[in-house]
């Protein structure tokens, strides 16, 4: 029987999913079978994922016809996958080659529904890191989720497929923030979610890539904290502070640095200036960067934020 079905989401990932799908097939676990859901590219993705089916059987093209990475993450995971746990991936990450081998050893233990680890943080080559995450004690909160999120994205996680199915899938309806509320709904639901220190993942953090609509992923959100509630979980101060940096940070990593970056520094010390500099580096760094930014030319808040 397939032990993992890895789900790829692909949206016009011609110039990156070779180098994620290279390293799948390097895993040193070879249990598993890979779903590339094709979400209505306009570029040579389907081209390149059925390069690689051809020459690897495990491999295979779905279509979701441009309905956003969840509609294509549930498709692949909740009405396709063969397999007995879920691994997520998306198009431009890429995994360490002993990835899946580690999370066989923590599945062999049944109490175990869900698994993450340490991503490191690269721009174009994995080879040049940026930062590591680190992976909290004990088992994964409705509470960690709400402040720093230590599981970060959807290619550092992986959950028995049974899990998955219970929690109905991805909210749709969400266009920012619906992995964080599955997340919550998976803990809330009394799933074991667990963290290894293993560097597992390889994130592209490239400034390309992020969405700009900085409101709308604070309605996400929004929204995620009220499935939070719903479990009887309230967001503290502390954690919106952290939030709320988060946003400045990203503000001026785009160029969005005059006003943006400098309003959501402030909501963040309104909210807990303890949890604002709870990274006294971070905090210190960011808010230097919001007060300095509507002096400085946006070209140069990019670069140094980058």
């Known amino acids: 029987m397939t032990q993992f079905s890895i789900i790829i989401p692909c949206f016009n990932a011609v110039a990156t999913l070779p180098e994620t799908l290279d390293a799948i097939l390097a895993q040193t676990h070879g249990n598993w079978e890979v779903l590339c859901i094709d979400d209505g590219s306009t570029d040579n993705t389907r081209a390149v994922i059925e390069t690689y089916a051809a020459a ?92 720093e999120n230590p599981v970060c994205t959807m290619s550092n996680v992986a959950v028995r497929t049974n899990q998955f199915r219970t929690t109905g899938g991805f909210d749709e309806t969400m266009v920012y923030n619906e992995d964080l509320d599955w997340l919550i709904r998976l ?67 785009l160029g969005q640095g005059r006003l943006s970056a400098l309003g959501f520094a402030a909501q963040g010390l309104r909210a807990s200036p303890q949890g604002f500099f709870n990274s006294p580096s971070r905090g210190a760094l960011t808010l230097l960067g919001a007060l300095a930014a509507p002096l400085l030319p946006s070209a140069l808040t990019r670069a140094i934020f980058a």
């Open 56 to 147: 690897d059987s495990r491999i295979q093209l779905g279509v979701s016809e441009r309905q956003g990475p969840s509609a294509a993450r549930n498709l692949g995971a909740r009405d396709w996958a063969m397999g007995q746990v879920i691994a997520f991936c998306d198009a431009d990450d890429i995994w360490s080659p002993t990835k899946l081998a580690e999370l066989a050893t923590s599945f062999a233990d049944k109490t175990v529904d869900a698994v993450y680890g340490q991503i490191a943080f690269f721009k174009t080559n994995p080879a040049e890191i940026s930062t590591v995450s680190t992976v909290p004690s004990g088992d994964l909160t409705i509470e960690m989720l709400l402040a």
């Open 187 to 253: 803990v809330g639901g009394g799933a074991r979610v667990v963290g290894l220190n293993s560097l597992q993942t390889y994130y592209r953090a490239s400034t390309g890539g992020l969405s700009s609509d900085l409101p709308a992923m604070l309605a996400g959100r929004t929204a995620a904290i009220e499935t939070a509630k719903s479990f009887g979980v309230q967001v503290t101060a502390s954690a919106d502070a952290v939030y709320f940096r988060y946003l400045a940070r990203r503000a001026l990593r």
